[in-house]
């Protein structure tokens, strides 16, 4: 179970002036915890605050060392534990399919950091990046009801948590081969 909200990422990385929100923060260590062997919380710290470097605020480095903890452990797992950090249900759904966008576009990011090119990828991990790119250009649909954009968004929610496992617990080989193709 998480501890760390969105909200607490999310002003966190603000006050240090990350460059990423907390979706996209917590989607690119999904990614980079999915392909990147031996990825540490101090790689994820040192890719987020660029700006802050070794100088960033100790309450800063223990929320993200939690958050890299809470989801190393739910991705290791293998029992569905994930939840990709996004707003709460009372934040508007614009607002939360953006976020939903974003996480998409961290977890390619951060799997991009540890494959070699797509050729050499399991199928299963391609069907992945395929469908995030998608997602990633998500928005709120004008012509739908409020009811069926809310039950898309839970349903890509939930698609994503079940697609993140699955990269990673696909690219158990490939970790463990120290990222060799």
Do not use: K
């Given at each position: 179970?998480?501890?760390?909200?969105?909200?607490?990422?999310?002003?966190?990385?603000?006050?240090?002036?990350?460059?990423?929100?907390?979706?996209?923060?917590?989607?690119?260590?999904?990614?980079?915890?999915?392909?990147i062997?031996?990825?540490?919380a101090?790689?994820?710290?040192?890719?987020?605050?660029?700006?802050?470097?070794?100088?960033?605020?100790?309450?800063?480095?223990?929320?993200?060392?939690?958050?890299?903890?809470?989801?190393?452990?739910?991705?290791?797992?293998?029992?569905?534990?994930?939840?990709?950090?996004?707003?709460?249900?009372?934040?508007p759904?614009?607002?939360?399919?953006?976020?939903?966008?974003?996480?998409?576009?961290?977890?390619?990011?951060?799997?991009?950091?540890?494959?070699?090119?797509?050729?050499?990828?399991?199928?299963?991990?391609?069907?992945?990046?395929?469908?995030?790119?998608?997602?990633?250009?998500?928005?709120?649909?004008?012509?739908?009801?409020?009811?069926?954009?809310e039950?898309?968004?839970?349903?890509?929610?939930e698609?994503?948590?079940?697609?993140?496992?699955?990269?990673?617990?696909?690219?158990?080989?490939?970790?463990?081969?120290?990222?060799?193709?």
């Open positions: 179970m998480q501890t760390v909200t969105y909200d607490e990422l999310d002003s966190t990385l603000a006050e240090c002036e990350a460059t990423v929100a907390a979706a996209e923060a917590h989607g690119s260590l999904c990614g980079a915890l999915a392909a062997p031996g990825y540490s101090e790689d994820w710290i040192g890719d987020l605050l660029v700006n802050a470097g070794a100088e960033a605020e100790p309450r800063a480095r223990e929320l993200l060392t939690t958050l890299y903890g809470e989801t190393h452990a739910a991705l290791a797992s293998g029992l569905m534990e994930l939840e990709p950090l996004l707003p709460p249900d009372d934040i759904l614009d607002q939360r399919t953006t976020a939903l966008a974003d996480w998409c576009n961290g977890f390619l990011f951060g799997l991009g950091g540890g494959l070699p090119q797509a050729g050499g990828w399991p199928d299963s991990v391609q069907e992945v990046v395929t469908d995030f790119s998608e997602i990633g250009r998500a928005s709120v649909g004008d012509e739908e009801t409020e009811e069926t954009n039950v898309a968004y839970v349903e890509l929610f698609y994503l948590r079940a697609s993140a496992q699955l990269a990673y617990d696909d690219l158990v080989e490939h970790r463990a081969q120290g990222g060799a193709p």
